[in-house]
């Protein structure tokens, strides 16, 4: 089951977090992976890692939020069965206090980014004869996140993308779902709380781990886990969703 033989896969951002827990576990179960980042040194070791595991994979440099290097990557790879996009940047702030400048570098990336990559793969899974596309929105999409505007309206335009894909190429085979995670431990994470609770590291990991109900965050492991079951076979009968995997965030955080 969740085999991915014989099929060639596209994940944006696969060089770090949860894309590089995608490109691994895609790789691992058959697929030939192809990683977009902004540059060769940042998908070095996801390659390496993948490589050294056995699997499959090739890196390209490439700016997501540029049509036109998209475009030119995407003929570079050739025909395609699944697009992850999962390319995205982060940025905290209110409406009030989010500059112009910033709004846009978000939008550039997390919107506009999807959209070039949807807009570059799809001759190439139409030319395959269908395929599967999975975009990476998030909760904020679906509830009030403090001090995340511009993060929020961009995954709210992810979604709404996921549904009108779906719509629109059901009838030539391709499928299109996304998953809304909450908060997922990865370097960025660790980053973040190093950089803006320096000497509280700790104190703030566990805080923003009680976060979830469940009591803790999301493995990027998890999210792949999700991830390869939408990109499979064993979901042929799934478009148009998205699935949050938030440990009861949405629901149960009252």
Known sequence: MFSLQ??????????????????????????????IELT??????????????????????????????IIATFEK??????LVNNAGIAHVGKVDNTAEEDFDRIM??????????????IPHLRA?????????????????IPDRFAYSTAKGAVM????????????????CNSISPARVHTPFVDGFISKNYP????EMFEKLSKTQPIGRMAKPDEVAALALF?????????????????GGFIKLNN
């Open 6 to 35: 014989n099929k060639k896969a596209v994940v944006t951002g696969g060089g770090s977090g949860i894309g590089k827990a995608i490109s691994a576990l895609f790789a691992k179960q058959g697929a030939e992976v192809h990683i």
């Open 40 to 69: 060769e040194e940042s998908a070095k070791d996801a390659v390496a890692e993948i490589t050294a595991a056995g699997g499959k994979v090739f890196s390209h440099a490439c700016n997501v939020a540029n049509q036109k290097e």
């Open 77 to 82: 790879i050739g025909n395609i069965q699944i």
């Open 108 to 121: 550039n990336v997390n919107v506009k980014g999807v959209y070039n990559c949807l807009h570059g793969a």
């Open 128 to 144: 395959s004869g269908g395929g599967v596309i999975l975009n990476m929105a998030s909760i904020a999409a679906w509830v009030g």
């Open 160 to 175: 709404a993308m996921t549904l009108s894909v779906a719509k629109d190429y059901m009838a030539e085979n391709i499928r």
């Open 199 to 202: 000497g509280k590291e700790a």
């Open 230 to 246: 939408l990109c499979s076979e064993e979901s042929g009968f799934v478009t148009g969703c998205d699935y949050p995997l938030d």
